[in-house]
């Protein structure tokens, strides 16, 4: 069975510190993982996405996650934080085939000014 | 490009009663599920399906009843509305690529349920 754990509930960091996001997951089969960002209110949106290929993955403003096979996991960093982006992030497992896709609790990231 | 489509945005249901909600898309993609969002929670899924036909219960399936007669389509029904039952409802959709990974999930906008 897969699962995803975030290791953070909350986050927080000052305006132009780096940015890590922490995550292990657990899969039966080499699985695709997702990092999303959901900002107040508002729906789901895409960070960065690893199916297979490299193992460090550049995502969207400015975010990269790096697959660890061997430790499981699959952080989520930014070398310095901006004041938008403050808003809560969900690291995401789907296994071989998509049938089910498993959501962590979500790390609610704060940036002080 | 519509993608994936909810509807309605909010609703308020009266304990007891029973309501669909819509999710379409336009994408020819052949997974679909539905997610509830509760606060601490993340995103727990409720049921799924892998193709018109084909559903399956996921996390948190109690109280909810799904179908998939169609591609494009694909419903999710409560049957009578509990208090237990008021979150945010996400409906998503994505593709198998090759190897048989799973592309990210796209998602609608959301209906936040009310049950009181």
């Known amino acids: 069975a897969q699962s995803v754990t975030q290791l953070d509930s909350h986050v927080s960091v000052s305006e132009g510190t780096p940015v890590l996001l922490r995550c292990n997951y657990s899969?039966?089969?080499?699985?695709?993982l997702f990092w999303y960002v959901q900002h107040p209110n508002k729906g789901l949106q895409l960070l960065l996405k690893?199916?297979?290929?490299?193992?460090l993955v550049k995502g969207i403003n400015g975010f990269e996650a790096e697959f660890k096979k061997s430790e499981t996991s699959f952080h989520l960093t930014k070398p310095s934080a901006h004041m938008s982006d403050a808003a809560e992030y969900f690291c995401?497992?789907?296994?071989?085939?998509?049938?089910?896709?498993?959501f962590g609790a979500g790390t609610r990231l704060f940036v002080k000014a | 490009n519509a993608g994936v489509t909810q509807t309605p945005k909010f609703q308020v249901l009266k304990t007891g009663q029973s309501m669909t909600l819509q999710c379409a898309q336009d994408?020819?993609?052949?997974?679909m599920s539905w997610y509830r969002q509760d606060p601490g929670m993340g995103l727990r899924l409720i049921h799924y399906?892998?193709?018109?036909?084909?559903?399956d219960q996921g996390e948190v399936p109690n109280g909810y009843n799904v179908s998939r007669s169609t591609t494009e389509d694909f419903p999710l029904r409560l049957l009578s509305a509990a208090p237990s039952q008021t979150s945010v409802y996400f409906c998503?959709?994505?593709?198998?690529?090759?190897?048989?990974?799973?592309?990210?999930?796209?998602f609608g906008q959301g209906t936040r349920l009310t049950v009181v």
């Open positions: 899969s039966s089969y080499s699985p695709s």
């Open positions: 690893y199916t297979s290929a490299a193992t």
């Open positions: 399906s892998v193709g018109a036909g084909i559903t």
């Open positions: 998503a959709s994505s593709y198998s690529i090759q190897g048989g990974k799973n592309t990210e999930a796209f």
């Open positions: 995401v497992v789907s296994d071989r085939g998509g049938f089910k896709t498993i």
């Open positions: 994408m020819n993609h052949e997974y």
